[in-house]
């Protein structure tokens, strides 16, 4: 007896590690699971930096870092230009740059399931050119008054420095164009309905325009005025009841000038603003998925320079091979086919006399009485209109 007992004490101390071995066993594998989980949405849930050059900063939680290629971008990060340029993209195929001295926030980012991929642009340009993965997702830019949804694929958006306008230009496809009053995105659908002037407001917003292929939309001034200023109010310092009020009060004269919302024309297309759509190329996602954390995959990135590299000179030689079949032989000629003329010194005191007809990252295109040339950013000294 005493012998089957303590067989019988030993098989259930041998059990007990036995349970614990499972228990853990399924731990790891549940955190694993997590952890994959976490990181495979985090991944679909951001855009990469495909390109970048000059000065730009991403802040993220009050921390600015020069971005860089490869680099993960998340929701809620800021992203600021100044004598530069930056190029995005999401997982699912959307490219957006990030022009010269602007300040936005990726505000939503879409999975691949669908959602929202939403840009808050808070002044300065910039020029997306989207595709999206789903029918479900939904791709919008919104300026301090006015919000873009896209239905096409490429277009550009604008804010005046001084005036504080917006404005889209639609390069191919169609976009809708509406008043962005910023007191709804803060009021419940409840808060809406009971509130008159909400309500007034809300309607207002729903009266988007539809801005098609080589068109360009801007806001009604008038309501543009008006929404600008009920914009700053619901986004001051003050007693959020006591701003409400006091946009609530600015309703009607919204309502009254929201006859014609957004005012169309035929856009201006320049030759830069189609070098400038070429050169926003659009990279494989499976080579932006093998980039899934800070520790970016130093492959993929060599190869994203390489993609973009091959790109920018295929267009600029496109380019230099169009302006040299036309004879320029003098600035006068010059300064009559480009409207402008400028005076470019190097950092060897080299001056040309021409025209910028071509940007595209850290390389210009100068057309001058000598030929046209390329030169590198980083040597140009001065830069003056003549």
């Known amino acids: 007896m005493r012998t089957k007992q303590g067989k019988s004490e030993l098989s259930q101390f041998q059990f007990v590690p036995t349970v614990m071995l499972v228990a853990l066993t399924l731990i790891f594998a549940i955190t694993a699971c997590k952890d994959k989980s976490a990181?495979?949405?985090?991944?679909?849930?951001?855009?990469?930096?495909?390109?970048?050059?000059?000065?730009?900063?991403?802040?993220?939680?009050?921390?600015?870092?020069?971005?860089?290629?490869?680099?993960?971008?998340?929701?809620?990060?800021?992203?600021?230009?100044?004598?530069g340029t930056v190029d995005l993209q999401t997982r699912?195929?959307?490219?957006?740059?990030?022009?010269?001295?602007?300040?936005?926030?990726?505000?939503?980012?879409?999975?691949?399931?669908?959602?929202?991929?939403?840009?808050n642009i808070e002044q300065g340009g910039m020029l997306a050119n989207v595709k999206k993965a789903s029918a479900d997702e939904s791709f919008n830019v919104a300026t301090p008054t006015a919000i873009a949804g896209v239905r096409g694929t490429s277009f550009s958006v604008d804010i005046d420095p001084?005036?504080?306008?917006?404005?889209?230009?639609?390069?191919?496809?169609?976009?809708?164009?509406?008043?962005?009053?910023?007191?709804?995105?803060?009021?419940?659908?409840?808060?809406?309905?009971?509130?008159?002037?909400?309500?007034?407001?809300?309607?207002?917003?729903?009266?988007?325009?539809?801005i098609e292929e080589k068109t360009e939309g801007?806001?009604?001034?008038?309501?543009?005025?008006?929404?600008?200023?009920?914009?700053?109010?619901?986004?001051?310092?003050?007693?959020?009841?006591?701003?409400?009020?006091?946009?609530?009060?600015?309703?009607?004269?919204?309502?009254?000038?929201?006859?014609?919302?957004?005012?169309?024309?035929?856009?201006?297309?320049?030759?830069q603003d189609l070098i400038e759509q070429q050169t926003l190329i659009v990279v494989a996602p499976e080579l932006l998925n093998k980039i899934?954390?800070?520790?970016?995959?130093?492959?993929?990135?060599?190869?994203?320079?390489?993609?973009?590299a091959k790109n920018e000179s295929e267009v600029l030689k496109k380019v230099e091979e169009i302006a040299s079949k036309e004879q320029l032989n003098t600035e006068q000629a010059v300064q009559q086919r480009y409207n402008r003329l400028e005076v470019?010194?190097?950092?060897?005191?080299?001056?040309?006399?021409?025209?910028?007809?071509?940007?595209?990252?850290?390389?210009?295109?100068?057309?001058?009485?000598?030929?046209?040339?390329?030169?590198?950013?980083a040597d140009i000294e001065s830069q003056e209109f003549r």
């Open 39 to 83: 990181t495979d949405e985090a991944k679909t849930l951001s855009m990469v930096v495909t390109f970048t050059s000059g000065n730009v900063k991403v802040v993220r939680d009050g921390k600015g870092v020069p971005a860089s290629i490869g680099m993960i971008v998340y929701q809620n990060d800021l992203i600021q230009t100044e004598n």
């Open 92 to 119: 699912t195929g959307s490219a957006v740059r990030v022009r010269e001295m602007t300040s936005l926030t990726v505000a939503k980012i879409a999975g691949q399931d669908g959602g929202e991929t939403r840009i």
């Open 162 to 210: 001084i005036a504080q306008t917006s404005s889209v230009k639609v390069l191919e496809g169609k976009v809708a164009m509406a008043p962005r009053i910023i007191a709804l995105e803060t009021a419940t659908q409840e808060e809406i309905q009971n509130s008159p002037a909400l309500k007034k407001m809300a309607e207002v917003q729903s009266k988007e325009v539809v």
């Open 218 to 271: 801007r806001l009604n001034p008038t309501l543009e005025k008006h929404v600008l200023a009920a914009n700053e109010l619901a986004t001051s310092q003050e007693n959020t009841n006591t701003a409400r009020k006091e946009i609530e009060k600015m309703a009607t004269t919204i309502e009254a000038t929201a006859g014609n919302t957004v005012m169309t024309q035929e856009a201006q297309i320049t030759q």
């Open 292 to 308: 899934s954390s800070e520790e970016s995959n130093e492959t993929a990135r060599k190869e994203i320079i390489e993609v973009r």
């Open 344 to 377: 470019i010194t190097l950092s060897d005191g080299t001056k040309i006399v021409g025209a910028v007809i071509a940007q595209t990252g850290d390389v210009l295109v100068i057309h001058s009485p000598q030929g046209v040339r390329r030169v590198n950013k």
